[in-house]
């Protein structure tokens, strides 16, 4: 889930400075993680240790309060035993990609990810849109071709993925749905060239770009791996106990996927 990871790092310093080109610096010094990555930590512990997707969420929270949650989610964070708001918001698909990694088949996938969204995301909108990125994932380790991805991510989840990153752009604004952000990050993806080219195409959208380019780099990680060098500057902008979550799932999920 590094490619992930980078994503919303990369992306945290254009949030709310939308940078609507892809020549920008990879990684600004001011670059930072945000409640993206957190909150894949926590799903990540999760998968790797067993418990309750929310009880963890509520934990990393606590951990980090500060990383820019949304309001409706800290509210949500801070009462042990507040129950989901039927959010559609793009927080379940910008926490997903440790799900698409640690399974092998779609069934497992699509159940998961529903799991991890409903204690919060628990509208139609923000399920599925946690599904279609784990399934993303999920198709483009196994190898299918982005036409492939694009036809099952049309036909299965209703996404329209028609327009151009260039078409997207013109109108694009600050969304934070997951029917606003889901099918863009996707995009973004399909008319990359490589990993790099595609967190630069999720960042020149403008918008909520730190999310966008997390769904983005979660999905490009998969088709594309991340180079070395790339993986080696997120992980410097890590606090240990986040990095130390990262690693040990790729060593005890990626590599032993169930």
């Given at each position: 889930m590094i490619g992930a990871i980078t994503g919303d790092i990369v992306g945290s310093v254009y949030e709310f400075?939308?940078?609507?080109?892809?020549?920008?610096?990879?990684?600004?010094?001011?670059?930072?993680?945000?409640?993206?990555?957190?909150?894949?930590?926590?799903?990540?512990?999760?998968?790797?240790?067993?418990?309750?997707?929310?009880?963890?969420?509520?934990?990393?929270?606590?951990?980090?309060?500060?990383?820019?949650?949304?309001?409706?989610?800290?509210?949500?964070?801070?009462?042990?035993?507040?129950?989901?708001?039927?959010?559609?918001g793009n927080g379940s698909a910008m926490r997903v990609s440790p799900i698409g990694y640690a399974f092998d088949d779609l069934e497992s996938v699509l159940d998961k990810a529903a799991a991890s969204a409903a204690p919060t995301h628990d509208h139609p909108e923000g399920i599925k849109g946690a599904q279609?990125?784990?399934?993303?994932?999920?198709?483009?380790?196994?190898?299918?071709?982005?036409?492939?991805?694009?036809?099952?991510?049309?036909?299965?989840?209703?996404?329209?993925?028609?327009?151009?990153?260039a078409d997207i752009r013109a109108d694009y604004d600050f969304d934070v749905s997951c029917q606003g952000t889901v099918p863009p990050a996707i995009t973004a993806f399909l008319e990359a060239e490589d990993f790099e080219d595609a967190i630069r195409n999720a960042i020149s959208l403008g918008g909520d770009s730190d999310t966008l380019?997390?769904?983005?780099?979660?999905?490009?990680?998969?088709?594309?791996?991340?180079?070395?060098?790339?993986?080696?500057e997120a992980f410097k902008r890590l606090d240990p106990p986040l990095a130390d979550v990262v690693a040990a799932f790729r060593q005890r999920v990626m590599t032993e996927a169930r």
């Open positions: 400075d939308n940078h609507r080109d892809k020549r920008f610096p990879l990684f600004r010094e001011d670059a930072f993680f945000t409640d993206d990555t957190v909150l894949s930590v926590a799903l990540a512990e999760t998968l790797m240790h067993g418990g309750d997707y929310g009880e963890a969420m509520r934990r990393w929270y606590r951990r980090y309060p500060d990383a820019s949650y949304g309001g409706m989610f800290r509210q949500w964070a801070r009462t042990d035993d507040a129950g989901p708001y039927y959010s559609w279609a990125v784990a399934a993303a994932i999920l198709w483009a380790r196994q190898g299918q071709d982005k036409d492939t991805i694009r036809r099952e991510c049309e036909t299965r989840f209703g996404y329209d993925l028609a327009p151009s990153l380019a997390c769904i983005t780099g979660g999905i490009a990680e998969a088709f594309y791996g991340v180079p070395p060098e790339i993986e080696a």
